[in-house]
């Protein structure tokens, strides 16, 4: 049963290709009716974390978790946050490190396996807002680090979190940069390499003996992540941290339903992101694979605004308490 075959999720007609599925929400999507209240909290390392709350006087919450380059404001990240707004929940949207609009304070920057700013947020909502029950969630990147950060904690996890929601997983890192360097996936590549260079430029400005670089050199995300990523953060090269960060190795020991949402066809997951063996031994873990869906798309009409796999994850979380 942990290995989820017959999805409910179809579709629609003139929305099976998994681009289509992956930019049209990006571009056209727009989602209201979520009002943030931004609260900051101070890291253990001198630096600081944005976190933007949509609150309904609840006593339990969502804590969601971006992707590469997003934030709170994304239209994925309002639509979740929306879902649960309406049953009830709270809705805590977490900014990486420099990801909500302020440069954060250190060199060291947000990454695929940064669990302890994870931790650090929960720790501090759960302080703060009293919650009694919280899923923690993510998309993309985010997802990685949420998987990652529910089995690393195994039967440790603070005991208010009840389970854990990956949305398009890139469980294995290395599979997935495969994937992205593809010709097919250049849109997506380049667009994260803009904005990621654009970062570590001002960032240079703040740190400028320990992080000057020939810009000229990077041509690709894994470029970036061999320049930048990995030497910022403690790990050796790109491959030491793909390898070390990947959720994958971790989601074996999750003690908490953990729900993995990943669409057959979406272009930037490689065959490791799919991780039906660990799922197959551990009765926690829910691993549901779609038919179409693409990257973070998984589209759907007529339901009140609510796409999908929102509906989804938001029975899951409702199921775990």
């Known amino acids: ?3 989820i075959k017959n999805s409910t999720y179809k579709a629609p007609l003139f929305l099976g290709n998994n681009h289509v ?3 049209l929400p990006t571009l056209f999507r727009k989602v209201k009716g979520v009002n943030y209240e931004r609260e900051r ?6 630096d600081f974390i944005d976190i933007d709350i949509s609150p309904v006087n609840s006593d339990r919450a969502i804590v969601l978790s971006h992707g590469l380059e997003g934030d709170s404001g994304r239209h994925y990240m ?11 929940w709270d809705g805590a949207a977490f ?7 302020e440069p954060n304070r250190n060199a060291v920057t947000y990454h695929s396996g940064k669990t302890e700013d994870l931790h650090a947020v929960v720790q501090h909502l759960i302080r703060t807002k ?3 029950s919280i899923v923690i969630a993510g998309f993309s990147l985010g997802a990685n680090l949420t998987l990652k950060y529910a089995g690393e904690r195994g039967k440790d ?11 398009s997983a890139p469980c294995d890192l290395i599979s997935s940069s495969v994937e992205i360097h593809k010709p097919k996936n250049y849109i997506y590549s380049k667009r994260f390499l803009i904005t990621l260079i654009e970062k570590m430029k001002e960032k240079e400005h703040q740190f400028p003996e320990g992080i000057s670089r020939d810009y000229s050199l990077i041509k690709t995300l894994g470029d970036f992540d061999n320049t930048f990523t990995a030497p910022l953060n403690g790990f050796k090269d ?3 941290y793909w390898g070390r960060c990947s959720s994958r190795k971790y989601i074996a020991d999750t003690a908490i339903p953990t729900l993995i949402l990943n669409a057959k066809d979406d272009p930037i997951l490689g065959p490791g992101c799919f991780p039906y063996e660990e799922a197959e031994g551990n009765s926690n873990l829910f691993l549901e694979v779609t038919e179409k869906g693409g990257h973070m798309g998984f589209i759907t009409f007529g339901r009140n605004g609510e796409f999908w796999h929102e509906t989804r994850v938001a029975e899951f979380a409702e199921g775990c308490l």
């Open 1 to 3: 049963m942990p290995v």
């Open 21 to 23: 599925q992956t930019i």
């Open 41 to 46: 909290i101070d890291t253990p390392d001198g």
């Open 78 to 88: 309002k639509g979740m946050i929306r879902a649960f707004n309406r049953r009830g």
């Open 95 to 101: 900014n990486f490190r420099g990801c909500s609009g």
């Open 130 to 132: 009293k919650y009694k």
């Open 157 to 167: 996890i603070l005991p208010q979190i009840k389970c854990a929601v990956g949305i």
């Open 238 to 240: 790109a491959m030491d």
